[in-house]
């Protein structure tokens, strides 16, 4: 079977990249967890020059320093939830189960 000239339409080399596919933006460093890239450069990579691309991944390594040492808080999980239920309850109001369990819960007396 021949080739056509559209045969080589399918064909192309893969931009690259240094996505790992762990997307999650640093609240603090407001760059991507797993890349290190800013969330304009995720945007326009596509559009960048291979030079550019080449430029800003040579600089990857210094954002990952920058990232590791920027400590991300956590907003909540569930010992916050369970601390914001106490804030609301008075100390009669917590069921002696969840007392026992949660022996540290802070209530107004």
Known sequence: MSSTPT???WQRDEIESPC???CLMH???RL????????AEIA???RYSPAQRRTIMDD???RAIQVDKTPMK???GRARAISREADRLTDSEIAPETRRKNP???TDT
């Open 7 to 9: 045969d080589n339409i």
């Open 104 to 106: 540290n819960l802070r």
């Open 60 to 62: 990857l390594p210094a």
């Open 32 to 39: 991507c967890m797993g890349c290190y890239r800013t969330g």
């Open 74 to 76: 956590r907003k909540g």
């Open 20 to 22: 790992i596919k762990i």
């Open 27 to 29: 609240p603090a460093a």
């Open 44 to 46: 326009a990579w596509s």
